[in-house]
């Protein structure tokens, strides 16, 4: 076979990305040292090589496979693992990469280095010491971080005398503990990486054991659905601009595929454009998938810079500054809450302050225990907030965009890697506010010295508030907008408050239940109030879906200048306005409480102003609002 074929052939292999873990001393090293021998991947010189360390290290004519992979100095002298070493191989079946991590705690951070980017993990038991705290915290990391295959397999049983019942003992344990994981597919293996049984054939010391190989799992687990490919994030990581004629935005796809043709938006800016071309060394492509590495311009020039993102117009991650996280601690200083820290999530930095430990995880138990700054290898759910808009994903939908680093700035070392998870529904999170209620009860309502009059004389409008109601895509914000912009021009002092700036900033910590959705309309009915009590004009602009929602609010502002406005519009029409993917997601269940497809919309029985937003136009729901404000003397008097 020819050079040429032979890389061609090769480069059509599947590649599996796998990483060994466990406790200290249970033969990961050897055992991918094994694998690279048997399966015959270790080139002449090499293993001369390590003959000739060997029969340094030992008078016996023994070779020690581990040296294959523990390549450090220290790492031999010591016959342990440091750092994560990498390796290639490749069977007629498939490509491989493998990190071998080390077992030892005190680089546990190392090998949640290696998992990060595996298909398949190896989590090594010894036959004879059974199930570590070790191997759990390796089996914990491995499922925190997504690892969707593993493969539990207990080395040494030629240690063990091959004995069926110490295999059952572990498989029973092991099975107990990952019962309290999220871990799709595990499967058991005895095997003996010193003698070579089951690693790359099958052994016939254990004929009681009737699955594969260890090299036959590897070649047949099935990856394809391991990877992303709906949702598209392509986060930038530079722009090529080689002369006038060219513009290109570089980076590598995380997930999803883009085409040449597609409809994409620019994240921050929520411009929408159209894919041009998809550049590569080799000559354009129709069309690119992770983990390629293009250029794409775009049909129009926008403005886009290191760490914006592309995606599809209907799927665009969530742009969070506030989120919760599981986090490994890495690094030898303790978290510092008062410390600001840099995040590295795609191709973007940002500065990060540490809000709050929810709590930490014991690895044996999977039990939470009592919130304090994470030291190093320990574990918890943090809360975060950024300096600047990161687009995420949960990790559990997308790695690409649910993982990141955190990094110290005064050292730069690797502070901490997290994943982006769901936040837990607020009754279950620590109160902000607990224990407030004796100092709120002894407070008092302080009376301005201006008077409502004076007020209504100075400004020469009456105190409203206006509150839009309707579902997602009915049209509320951009009528509440055009309102204020029309009532500026005719001398009003009035303000407006919609659901997402709102939730950008006074209520960002809040979630979409059913408390959560309470809060924040509680919240903005006493801006509300206290705009009017000033004398200004309030245009709210929120889905409010239930009747005792808004009840609640027209009780806080005051029903005499409570003013509700229907956009009545139903959520098929919604639908087909909606830019965002908001209801496609809601469908698929990825959006939970969402009004008019998974969660009831009370109708207004009686509201102020009904809105047929399908019918009319902005211009004309405007004119509607301001000619029943004017019939209610609460218009400006001089227009």
Not at 470 to 493: N, Q, R, W
Not at 599 to 613: E, G, Q
Request: charged letters at 25%; proline letters at 5%.
């Amino acid at each position: 076979m020819s050079i040429e074929r032979f890389i061609e052939e090769n480069q059509r292999k599947e590649l599996l990305r796998f990483s060994t873990a466990g406790s200290i001393d249970d033969g990961k090293s050897t055992l991918i040292g094994r694998l690279l021998h048997d399966s015959k991947n270790v080139c002449e010189d090499q293993l001369l090589a390590v003959k000739k360390v060997s029969r340094e290290k030992s008078s016996a004519e023994k070779l020690d496979l581990a040296l294959l992979t523990d390549g450090l100095k220290a790492e031999r002298e010591q016959g342990i693992t440091i750092d994560v070493a990498y390796r290639y191989f490749a069977t007629p079946a498939r490509k491989f990469i493998i990190a071998d991590t080390p077992g030892h705690e005190q680089y546990t951070r190392n090998m949640a280095t290696g998992a990060s980017t595996a298909n398949l993990s190896i989590v090594l038991v010894d036959a004879r010491n059974g199930v570590l705290t070790q191997t759990r915290r390796h089996a914990f990391i491995a499922a925190l971080l997504g690892v969707p295959h593993l493969v539990v397999a207990v080395n040494k049983m030629d240690l063990a005398g091959y004995s069926e019942a110490a295999f059952a003992r572990i498989r029973s344990d092991f099975t107990d503990f990952a019962a309290k994981l999220s871990i799709p597919d595990i499967r058991f293996i005895p095997i003996s990486a010193l003698k070579g049984d089951n690693v790359v054939s099958r052994s016939r010391n254990m004929p009681w054991y009737r699955g594969e190989s260890l090299l036959e799992i590897l070649e047949n687990v099935y990856i394809a659905s391991d990877h992303n490919l709906i949702d598209l994030r392509f986060p930038v990581q530079f722009v090529l601009r080689p002369d006038q004629r060219f513009r290109g935005y570089c980076g590598q796809v995380a997930s999803g595929v883009i085409r040449k043709g597609d409809e994409v938006m620019a994240l921050p800016s929520r411009k929408v454009t159209r894919v041009k071309s998809i550049v590569t060394f080799d000559g354009d492509l129709e069309c690119a998938f992770p983990p390629m590495s293009v250029a794409v311009t775009l049909e129009d020039e926008l403005d886009i810079s290191r760490g914006d993102m592309l995606a599809h117009p209907h799927n665009v991650p969530s742009a969070e500054k506030h989120f919760e996280a599981m986090v490994v601690w890495m690094d030898e200083e303790a978290m510092d809450l008062n410390k600001p820290y840099f995040i590295k999530h795609t191709t973007k930095l940002a500065r990060l302050r540490v809000d709050e430990v929810r709590y930490r995880m014991n690895v044996d138990s999977l039990a939470r225990i009592t919130p304090a700054p994470l030291a190093l290898n320990e574990i918890g759910r943090v809360v975060f907030t950024a300096t600047s808009p990161l687009f995420i994903d949960t990790y559990g939908k997308n790695r690409a965009t649910g993982g990141f680093i955190l990094i110290d700035p005064a050292s730069n070392h690797t502070a901490a890697a997290g994943i982006v998870i769901d936040r837990e529904p607020p009754d279950s999170l620590p109160s902000r506010i607990a224990g407030m209620e004796p100092v709120v009860a002894s407070l008092v309502h302080h009376q301005s010295l201006i008077r409502q009059r004076e007020r209504i004389e100075r400004w020469r409008q009456k105190p409203a508030t206006i509150w839009i109601t309707g579902l997602v895509g009915a049209g509320k914000t951009k009528i509440a907008y055009a309102l204020e912009k029309k009532l500026f021009d005719l001398g009003a002092v009035c303000m407006v408050l919609d659901g997402e700036n709102v939730r950008l900033g006074i209520n960002r910590e809040l979630d979409f239940s059913a408390e959560g959705r309470g809060e924040n309309i509680r919240r903005v009915a006493e801006i509300a109030r206290l705009a009017n009590e000033s004398g200004i004009m309030a245009i709210c602009a929120f889905v409010s879906p239930s009747a005792a929602i808004r009840a609640q609010a027209a009780e806080i502002v005051g029903s005499a200048r409570f003013f509700e406005v229907f956009a009545g519009a139903s959520a098929e029409w919604c639908e087909k306005r909606d830019k965002t993917g908001l209801y496609a997601k809601a469908r698929r269940g990825e959006i939970k409480n969402f009004a008019g497809v998974n969660a009831p919309y009370d109708i207004p029985a009686s509201p102020a102003i009904a809105l047929p937003v399908e019918e009319i136009s902005t211009a004309e729901a405007v004119n509607r609002i301001l000619t029943f404000l004017r019939s209610k003397g609460v218009f400006p008097s001089h227009a």
